[in-house]
Structures are given as structure tokens and as C-alpha cells.
């Protein structure tokens, strides 16, 4: 621990850099993705523009429970099967995985291929079963 905290004080500098490169990672890859919305705000797009959610998730995790009326196609699949989404293509498209780090590539893809209105739902699954939003389970 000792040596720790010498290095940190002797190189301090690196280790600024180190954190300002971190914080515009983070930062860039949250722009690329699109913005995000709230479960609340996500809610409301979707009752008031004919928007959908988009269930990223694996099928295991889809079957234990997800949002109703949710699509679901899984990240690995959604190259190949972006096409049955051609019809929400001007609808906002809420992007849903199981914690919010999975929808922002999904919702890259999206917003590339044309659908601009794509979100992701920050914090996903683990966000709406905490305010203890209702889910279907197959």
C-alpha cells in the first residue's frame, strides 16, 4: 500500500491523465450511443408517440420477465433482424437490456441505420424491476 501511494504522488500526473482519458471514454461512448431516458420517460415516449421497447436480452433473461408488449431481439441478432423494426423506423425505439450497458452498442447500431428516434432506457431491467414497474415472465 505503501508503494501505492508513493507512485501515485510521484506520478500524479500520469495519473491525471489516466482519469481525464477514462471520463472522455465514458463520455464519447454515452454521445455515440444516443441519449438516454428514465423507465418513467421512457414510458411516456412510448404511450404518447406509438413508440415500442426493444428487449436486447439473451431469451433466458427475456423469459423471466420483461416489459409488456416488448420486441425482443437479442444484441448478437440485431444485424440480421433490424428489418422487422422497419415499420418503428420514424417511432421512438426504447432500447432495454438487463442494466443499461448492453443497449447503448444496440442503440449505436440503430441510430446508424436510420433510426434516429432509438434510446436506450438507462439503468434497463434492473431499473424497472426496482420501481417496481410491471413485467411479463413467460
Do not use: Y
Request: charged share 20%; proline share 5%; aromatic share 6%.
Amino acid at each position: 500500500m505503501e508503494l501505492l501511494v508513493e507512485f501515485l504522488l510521484q506520478q500524479w500526473v500520469l495519473v491525471l491523465a489516466l482519469i481525464a482519458s477514462l471520463v472522455m471514454l465514458f463520455l464519447h461512448e454515452g454521445r455515440k450511443a444516443g441519449p438516454s431516458v428514465s423507465p418513467q420517460q421512457a414510458i411516456s415516449l412510448v404511450n404518447s408517440d406509438n413508440g415500442i421497447f426493444l428487449d436486447v436480452r439473451d431469451g433466458a433473461d427475456f423469459k423471466k420477465g420483461h416489459i409488456a408488449d416488448a420486441v425482443h431481439i437479442p444484441l448478437a441478432q440485431l444485424p440480421t433482424r433490424r428489418e422487422e423494426l422497419a415499420k418503428f423506423k420514424d417511432n421512438p425505439i426504447i432500447v432495454v437490456c438487463k442494466m443499461g450497458q448492453s443497449a447503448g452498442p444496440a442503440t449505436r447500431q440503430l441510430r446508424e441505420a436510420g433510426f434516429e428516434r432509438a434510446q436506450k432506457m438507462s439503468g434497463g431491467m434492473m431499473e424497472w424491476t426496482a420501481l417496481k414497474l410491471p413485467i411479463l415472465s413467460k
